[in-house]
């Protein structure tokens, strides 16, 4: 064998060499590398327990403002947006036939008026003569024992005077018919007046009109709906709560509600109602969550989301939630001693919204806690060697 092929040899030997070598080092910087975690600390924070709830922006106090009587609808002064106050006015009917109506019951008010001034002028008429008839057939009567005259001529006076007490006794009959009459005609001009005053429709209380659902020209019928009227003050939440989350909600409860139409603002609330019959098919309560602050822009039936805050602490031990486990039925964390993890059970408390959770008991003052993606974590064993990452 010459030395060119002996070297040739020795070069393919010391090649694979190498590559094996190669190989070995990828192998124990990947597969066999101690898997990179992130560790974390116990850390005092201030944490609020929160239960979620689902719902839509409604209003307690919703009216639908209607007429009391059948019209067509001549004016319209309110749109759908407008604020409104009481009392103003909204709506006006067609009129011509009632203001007519008013016309007639206010004239037959002025004739019975008429009639009963006649009637106590004739009162008085009759209550004149029957105080002459009185005075003459007492006189005649004295004058009859006297002798100076007749018995017939007395009885004449004494006739009169009787005429004259049924006289008066008419007329009073005439006057007490004349003030039905007129009570009568009044009662009519009071409703003549109401009808015609019903063809004007205003605003029952403060609010904003939400719809607006007839227009210029439509007949309405009563009860049927002209606008649809909100109070803005009495806007809320209707969140639907999981009955299993329902320990610790209360009226009177802080809560935070979110928008859709604005997501990242929060907006205090609190608990001001709560259902007592949960729905059988999604067992879910109703918890109505009034706005702290009365929103100057709404739109019922929006979707909202509610944060009822049912318990609060001051500066407790915190861990991110994502570094909590479960094993074997047991709650803890994965503890970095030595760069290796050990499996430690711990008591949590209360669970914030932020992905916070409170450590009650467990872990000690300098613990490391290992983090790391979920699929990571899921490969995760007791005595498995770690690295740090930097």
């Excluded at 004259?164 to 009568?184: K, P, T, Y």
């Excluded at 932020?354 to 983090?371: K, Q, Y």
Aim: net charge positive; hydrophobic share 40%.
């Amino acid at each position: 064998m010459s030395l060119i092929e002996m070297l040739i040899r020795k070069k393919k030997y010391l090649l694979w060499a190498l590559i094996i070598v190669a190989v070995a080092t990828v192998v124990k910087l990947t597969v066999l590398a101690p898997v990179r975690v992130q560790v974390v600390m116990p850390e005092k924070r201030d944490l609020s327990s929160h239960v979620y709830g689902n719902g839509t922006v409604e209003a307690k106090v919703v009216v639908g403002v209607s007429s009391k009587i059948t019209g067509r609808i001549m004016a319209l002064y309110a749109d759908q947006g407008d604020h409104v106050k009481r009392g103003q006015l909204l709506a006006r009917l067609e009129n011509d036939d009632l203001q007519q109506q008013q016309q007639q019951s206010e004239a037959g008010v002025k004739r019975s008026g008429a009639n009963l001034s006649v009637e106590t002028a004739n009162l008085q008429k009759a209550r004149a003569n029957l105080v002459l008839a009185e005075s003459n057939a007492r006189r005649f009567t004295s004058l009859l024992e006297w002798g100076t005259v007749s018995r017939q001529e007395a009885e004449q006076y004494q006739n009169a005077w009787q005429v004259a007490r049924e006289e008066v006794a008419r007329c009073q009959a005439a006057l007490e018919a004349v003030q039905m009459e007129q009570q009568a005609d009044q009662a009519g001009l009071g409703f003549a007046r109401s009808k015609v005053a019903d063809t004007r429709i205003y605003a029952p209380n403060d609010g904003i009109i939400i719809t607006r659902d007839l227009e210029k020209g439509a007949t309405v019928t009563p009860g049927s709906s002209i606008f649809t009227l909100a109070d803005p003050a009495t806007i809320w939440v209707k969140a639907n709560v999981d009955e299993s989350q329902l320990k610790g909600v209360a009226i009177g409860k802080q809560a935070v509600i979110t928008l859709r139409s604005a997501p990242g603002e929060q907006l205090p609330g609190q608990v001001a109602r709560l259902g007592r019959q949960s729905d059988r098919v999604t067992e879910e309560l109703e918890v109505d969550v009034a706005f702290k602050e009365p929103l100057t822009q709404f739109r019922l039936g929006e979707q909202s989301d509610v944060y009822i805050i049912t318990e609060t602490k001051k500066t407790v031990a915190s861990l991110p939630a994502a570094a909590i486990v479960s094993r074997d039925k047991k709650r803890g964390v994965w503890v970095v001693k030595d760069n290796r993890l050990r499996f430690r059970e711990v008591k949590i408390g209360i669970e914030d919204r932020r992905n916070l959770t409170e450590i009650v008991a467990g872990l000690e003052a300098g613990d490391r806690v290992a983090t790391a993606d979920a699929p990571e974590m899921a490969k995760f064993r007791e005595g498995m060697r770690v690295r740090i990452a930097q």
